[in-house]
């Protein structure tokens, strides 16, 4: 004979808010209003009879301000107006980005977005300070879908051959997008710059002297029968010196690079390898959830929040730390590295978007 579950999770409509929400039969507090005892009982076929509209998320119109609130940024860089609506979290918003004291040559002439602008001056800032065993500064550009990333990338590649550094590295996690990086070139005004595939060039000399070298995390650690590998093309390409930009797009990829963690996967220590390798390479890493578990950020040694110069000897000895203080430590530490101008991250706005909770009622044949 079967038994019921201790707290099924049953529909319950709060008799203050009118929401519905699924929820245990244990829990006795509204998630919205946080009234307590205050919710109607309601038959399953209430439940799946009742207008759509009354199914709703956790939130009302006013919510977005409780978790995000709107992001105004520098008042230099809110024309021209971004399309959307753009938020942050709270705890982000409480404190600002250092001045930008950066005058970019592609200040009226890019085609970005204020807030895309704003970012590309940020991250080439960034590249003017040095970190503590000398290399030069990354950036960590956590902004959401929508925002434009790759528009404020190609913006960041345009100033830089401006300014005479003509080869760029953009690495990212499909052969794919380098359609989508010829298209922010050219939305930025940079159509003369040439975007050239590494997949689709021979194992001999590249025979290109600039321009943006696109590549897939798979085809960073890729060799041929003769053991001529991709990175040493990379590394012969770039020269000695090299000053220019390394894209890692979708930098999540790079994650799992400390033997602590387990052993690191390949993609992983050519990341850090490359970023050796280079040290006057100006990095950004770009990835929505880069930052959202501490030990995966390994591989963005160009941020210096360990090494020499800083309270942490290296990886290892920052993720103990930050690991015993669960994601209040985090949130510290995103705060930290936003007060000094190496990380920002915003997203769209949720307004307008609305969450039903709809039950799929399983007939015979869907039931395997």
């Known amino acids: 004979m079967s038994t019921s579950p201790p707290n099924p999770m049953l529909p319950r409509k709060c008799s203050d808010c009118k929401k519905t929400f699924i929820l245990p039969t244990s829990c006795v507090v509204c998630p919205l209003c946080l009234q307590d005892d205050n919710?109607?009982?309601?038959?399953e076929t209430q439940f799946l009879n009742q207008p759509l509209k009354e199914v709703e998320d956790h939130k009302d119109d006013g919510s977005d301000t409780t978790l995000f609130t709107e992001y105004r940024g520098d008042k230099l860089y809110r024309k021209p107006r971004h399309p959307g609506r753009i938020i942050e979290t709270a705890f982000l918003s409480g404190v600002k980005l250092p001045r930008g004291t950066y005058v970019p040559n592609i200040l009226h002439n890019s085609s970005l977005s204020g807030i895309q602008l704003e970012a590309a001056v940020h991250i080439?800032?960034?590249h003017t300070q040095?970190?503590?065993n000398g290399a030069t500064a990354g950036f960590l550009l956590g902004d959401g879908t929508g925002v434009g990333k790759g528009r404020t990338i190609a913006g960041v590649i345009r100033e830089n051959w401006s300014h005479g550094r003509k080869k760029?590295?953009?690495i990212s996690s499909n052969s794919i997008l380098n359609l989508d990086v010829r298209r922010d070139l050219d939305d930025v005004g940079a159509s003369s710059?040439?975007?050239h595939p590494l997949n689709t060039l021979s194992y001999d000399e590249l025979g290109i002297t600039e321009g943006v070298i696109f590549l897939t995390y798979s085809c960073l650690i890729a060799s041929n029968k003769n053991d001529v590998t991709r990175m040493g093309q990379l590394l012969k390409w770039c020269g000695t010196g090299f000053d220019g930009l390394i894209i890692f797009d979708e930098s999540q990829k790079g994650k799992n690079s400390n033997p602590k963690m387990g052993k690191p996967t390949k993609a992983a220590e050519a990341v850090c390898n490359i970023q050796i390798k280079l040290p006057n390479a100006r990095v950004v890493y770009s990835s929505a959830t880069g930052a959202s578990e501490p030990r995966d950020m390994g591989y963005m040694v160009r941020l210096g929040l360990w090494g020499d110069g800083t309270c942490f000897p290296d990886f290892g000895a920052f993720i103990d730390n930050i690991?015993?203080?669960d994601v209040g430590a985090l949130e510290l530490v995103a705060m930290d590295m936003k007060a000094r101008g190496m990380y920002i991250s915003r997203t769209l706005s949720y307004e307008g978007a609305n969450v039903a909770i709809v039950v799929a009622v399983l007939n015979d044949k869907m039931i395997v």
Not at 39 to 43: E, I, L, N, R, V
């Open 39 to 43: 919710f109607m009982a309601m038959t």
């Open 124 to 126: 080439c800032q960034r």
């Open 130 to 132: 040095k970190i503590g």
């Open 168 to 170: 760029s590295l953009w």
């Open 193 to 195: 710059i040439s975007v």
């Open 323 to 325: 690991e015993k203080g």
